[in-house]
């Protein structure tokens, strides 16, 4: 089967989709800066929030078994156990950056490194 | 009204004769999803995969339409998501799928761009797709962290997958893409 050559306009939509993503990127790294505790949230309600300036073990329970543990340590978090199938979300690593998460998607957990002043990026980032 | 008629019963007639070829391709895109779900990539991050399926789907594309694309990618996600995933997987790879068809085809319509270009496109929609609504279900737009290492993943494996795909429709044997060609314009 013949097949439309790669030419320039490849190069150019290529080198365009890739810069896209570069600016995506350097926007979320360039306006995040250290966080101050951390929220932890199930299906999108709170479970509580936690100060990541002491090291501390916080086991998530859900309908009164275990369903997660995040470690806090040196001022980063990470989910250190976890009884989700894929276990994914203790691949994710630590974290510290505001608006950093770690997300556990078969447990709809979510948790997220917070500032001092909440601000609200949700509408304008839409 | 006559003319109609029989313009889509032609089509349908066409249709026909490529349903073993498009069965064939869903069963190949099946494998293609179950030696991924063997294999999870080690980066940790969800959602990022190596989208084997999509060289099938970028396959069938290319040979035959867009409708054919939509019953692979649709009976695909189904199968795939019943036999390896959950209700949410099915949601998400949905999601991304028929976003990264859309962009596909539409840019492949344009006829100005290379397939590794279209698929580049096609892998960075169906990252951004299966984001969307991944967002959507956990209710927390804040994973909008995600979504820069997503897309650009999504432009990596789009890339391998263009040049695998590249590969696979020079070397099919020309009797196949002829009754999938013909059988379009019938």
């Known amino acids: 089967m013949r097949l439309r050559p790669f030419s320039w306009k490849d190069i ?7 810069l896209c993503g570069l600016i995506l990127t350097a926007g979320l790294y360039l306006f995040s800066k250290n966080g101050q505790y951390v929220r932890i949230t199930i299906d999108g309600a709170e479970y509580g929030t936690y100060s990541l300036d002491e090291d501390q073990r916080i086991p998530v329970e859900q309908d009164g078994s275990m369903i997660n543990v995040v470690r806090i340590e040196d001022g980063t978090a990470r989910m250190e156990q976890a009884t989700c199938p ?20 078969p447990h ?7 500032g001092t002043h909440e601000k609200e990026y949700d509408t304008v980032s839409q | 009204m006559k003319r109609n008629m029989t313009q889509s019963a032609s089509s349908a007639g066409g249709f026909v004769k490529r349903v073993p070829y498009l ?20 980066i940790g991050i969800p959602g990022i995969k190596l989208g084997l399926t999509n060289i099938v789907i970028v396959v069938v594309l290319y040979l035959g339409d867009v409708r054919d ?9 189904l199968l795939a998501g019943f036999f390896f995933g959950n209700l949410y997987s099915i949601l998400y790879s949905m999601a991304g799928a028929m976003l990264s068809l859309i962009v596909m085809e539409g ?11 279209v698929s580049a496109a096609g892998g960075v929609a169906h990252n951004v797709g299966q984001f969307l609504v991944a967002a959507l279900v956990v209710e927390n737009y804040r994973i909008l962290y ?12 789009g890339v391998l997958i263009g040049l695998v795909a590249c590969e696979i429709l020079r070397h099919l044997p020309q009797q196949l893409i002829s ?8």
Do not use: N, W
């Open chain 2, 69 to 77: 694309g939509v019953c692979v990618s649709v009976a695909r996600v």
């Open chain 1, 86 to 105: 894929d276990g994914l979300c203790m691949r994710q690593g630590a974290i510290s950056r505001e608006q950093q998460t770690i997300v556990c998607l």
């Open chain 1, 12 to 18: 150019l939509f290529l080198s365009g989709l890739f």
């Open chain 2, 107 to 117: 840019l492949r319509r344009t006829g100005q761009l290379h397939l590794i270009s």
């Open chain 2, 146 to 157: 995600y979504l820069p290492v997503l897309f650009l993943a999504g432009m990596l494996t």
């Open chain 2, 179 to 186: 009754v999938l060609t013909d059988s379009k314009r019938e």
């Open chain 1, 108 to 114: 709809k957990l979510v948790v997220e490194v917070c």
């Open chain 2, 23 to 42: 069965g064939m391709a869903l069963a190949l895109a099946l494998i293609c999803s179950y030696v991924e779900a063997l294999i999870p990539l080690p």
